[in-house]
């Protein structure tokens, strides 16, 4: 930045904005496959979904699609209350598997950042292994893994605790709603690598002398746990609960390889995603579609933005206090 | 006496200490890891296994079928019998109410043995037997040649693209002097978090007034036009490449797509790495947009798609899904083995700079 600077106010004038109209030129040029792509599949597409909404509109019968102002949105807002259940299931979800999946990458993170593990490498290799398995196999091994009849979970629960886990009468993870989110936060462990990589590397970015200095005071373990390591990683935490809240307002896979949308068991997995694409893509009602997309968005926004505004309560930037 | 020894008794030493930590911290470790796996021994253990072994009472947790004999050109079960307080397993050859008559399989030549008890009340010896043939079958109902193709072929193909416009808008972003470039930045990196239902269905629409649902195309074509996260990636590491080389270039009469090719891309080879693995994995897992664009299209599926079909339509099939299943995770694991340093840097870069 320095020398761009230095080199501006060295040249003449004249010829700095030619050599800087040439430069933008071809910036532009550079940029332009994502202008064009930009356009053509974020920023028309969302406007065009909006037009959408107003409309009563299926795709196999184009010609017929009427203009029907905000009733869309009335419809998904008061009269449909599949809607608002359908958010209130993801958002319930959310609040169970969000903090068990953060929770266990970080614990992992901490565990392989310890100086008291032997095999670090080998560790963080098996535990990031699942994260590229595709997710469709993941499930379907959960599955099988947990069903209540022949499933190891079941039969290591019963055997190791004695509760009756295995049969009808036991632990039906995938059948029991009370369990189902549960059995799906599992499944969403597989996938702890990226996480559990990204806190790890906040957790080396932590300046060794804070510990030490901790240490000479006498500070336990955990005392340094709960007043170094964990302020110093807010801003990991930060960034990867954002992109656990966007990702889990996305649900679809599980719940559509498992029960293809039926929502089973007692329709607690129909989630926001799956009634957006039972909508849109088992009945074609587009119009409909677009304007639950469109809610979706308006929700994803409120979070990010709620999330960001908290953050100056919790989140520790270095930066700020130079 | 006791007060002394107290005071005598030296606290362990500090490296013994660390050590007894060392071992318990890493044997929990190993515990998490055991449990965190135990679904894929399930899986594999599973795929081995006969269709029949699931609903048998009594079978065990390991691949294995009921153990039988041959004698005089019949074949008999074999039965756990307790005889003289050993349990010995023995083929069943004349059933009886109180008593039954068995061979002993091993010393078949002493004849008939007699045995007083109800031959219900034992149990079957089940022996060691994976059906390794199983992967063959779920191979071939599942048509895996031809889902693999399309999966590599789709992913083959985006991960060029976007990899390729990616480095040419990243390059844009990291060396020129744009107006509101930091407006354009930040655009483009809220495309990432940008939920893709909002912008689907005019999309979906037009890609079906234009006859590209029920193709690649509309899979294909949009990854061309580069992809946030791996311009951000590249952008990070063009931005860490000194100028002195391109200025040179530069100078020299090179004009900044000649820089481009003959300079940048060659430097930025790792990062260019990193990012086609992630796409590539990207496109092998995804299944969203093939869900959707090929629906009805069964030739053109992608492993993800096809396998969720298969297992709707094989449901009952425990270990054949098992097999499918271990399939599709074997290719991912074995590159993720060999390329597994540049696939963790390239997860920091993106998690912790952004």
């Given at each position: 930045m320095n020398g761009i600077a230095l080199r501006r106010a060295v040249k003449p004038k004249k010829v700095t904005s030619r050599i800087l109209r040439n430069e933008a030129k071809w910036g532009f040029l550079f940029l332009s496959p994502w202008i064009i792509g930009f356009l053509a599949f974020y920023f028309l597409p969302m406007l065009a979904s909006f037009g959408f909404s107003l409309l009563n509109f299926n795709p196999a019968v184009p010609d017929e699609a009427t203009f029907i102002g905000f009733q869309n949105w009335q419809r998904a807002l008061s009269v449909d209350k599949e809607v608002f259940l359908s958010f209130m299931r993801t958002m319930r979800f959310a609040a169970i598997s969000l903090p068990i999946g953060l929770g266990f990458a970080l614990l992992l993170s901490i565990i392989l950042n310890s100086k008291n593990v032997i095999g670090k490498t080998l560790y963080r290799t098996l535990f990031y292994m699942p994260s590229m398995i595709p997710v469709v196999a993941t499930v379907l091994i959960w599955n099988g893994v947990l069903?209540?009849?022949?499933?190891?979970i079941n039969v290591l629960i019963q055997s190791v605790t004695g509760i009756q886990a295995v049969g009808t009468e036991g632990l039906r993870w995938l059948a029991d709603p009370k369990l189902v989110y549960y059995a799906y936060t599992m499944f969403g462990l597989w996938g702890v690598g990226n996480a559990m990589i990204i806190f790890l590397a906040g957790l080396q970015g932590v300046p060794t002398e804070m510990y030490e200095a901790a240490e000479i005071d006498g500070a336990s373990w955990l005392q340094r746990l709960f007043s170094i390591t964990f302020p110093m990683i807010t801003p990991v935490i930060f960034y990867q609960l954002v992109l656990g809240v966007i990702g889990v307002l996305q649900y679809f896979l599980a719940p559509f390889v498992l029960n293809q949308g039926t929502g089973a068991p007692e329709g607690m997995t129909r989630f926001y995603m799956v009634y957006f694409y039972k909508q849109s893509f088992t009945f074609f009602n587009m119009g409909y579609g677009a304007t639950l997309a469109w809610l979706m968005f308006i929700f994803a926004l409120i979070v990010t933005i709620l999330l960001f505004g908290s953050a100056k309560y919790w989140v520790y930037y270095a930066s700020e206090e130079r | 006496m006791s007060e002394k020894m107290k005071k005598v008794r030296k606290p362990l030493p500090r490296r013994v200490r660390n050590r007894i930590t060392a071992i318990l911290v890493t044997s929990l470790t190993l515990g998490i890891l055991i449990l965190f796996l135990i679904p894929m021994v399930y899986g594999m253990v599973t795929a081995l296994k006969t269709d029949g072994q699931f609903s048998k009472v009594g079978a065990p947790w390991w691949p294995a079928t009921e153990e039988q004999f041959e004698y005089e050109g019949k074949s008999y079960d074999i039965y756990k019998v307790p005889v003289d307080g050993e349990i010995k397993n023995l083929a069943l050859v004349v059933k009886g109410r109180q008593q039954s008559q068995f061979i002993d399989p091993d010393n078949a030549e002493e004849g008939l043995i007699v045995w007083e008890g109800a031959w219900r009340s034992l149990e079957r010896s089940w022996e060691f037997d994976p059906q390794w043939n199983n992967f063959s079958k779920a191979w071939n109902t599942i048509n895996f040649p031809r889902l693999l193709g399309n999966t590599v072929k789709y992913a083959g193909i985006t991960t060029f693209g976007a990899v390729l416009s990616s480095a040419l808008v990243a390059y844009g972003f990291a060396r020129f002097r744009i107006p509101n470039k930091k407006v354009l930045f930040m655009l483009m990196l809220s495309t990432v978090i940008l939920?893709?239902?909002?912008?689907l269905i005019p999309t979906y629409f037009v890609f079906l007034r234009i006859g590209w649902v029920g193709t690649w195309l509309p899979l294909i074509v949009p990854a061309f036009f580069s992809w946030g996260t791996n311009v951000f990636l590249i952008r990070q590491f063009i931005m860490s490449i000194p100028r002195d080389l391109d200025e040179a270039a530069m100078i020299d009469g090179a004009n900044p797509l000649r820089i481009f090719f003959s300079i940048i891309l060659p430097q930025s080879v790792p990062a260019l790495t990193a990012v086609s693995l992630f796409h590539f994995f990207w496109a092998w897992n995804d299944f969203f947009g093939p869900l959707i664009y090929l629906a009805g299209n069964p030739e053109k599926y992608p492993i993800t798609v096809g396998l969720t079909a298969f297992n709707r339509l094989y449901s009952q099939s425990t270990n054949l899904i098992q097999a499918s299943a271990l399939i599709t995770a074997v290719i991912p694991l074995i590159i993720f083995f060999f390329a597994q340093r540049v696939f963790m840097q390239g997860v920091v870069i993106t998690g912790v700079e952004k």
């Open positions: 069903n209540e009849q022949t499933g190891w | 939920p893709g239902a909002v912008t």
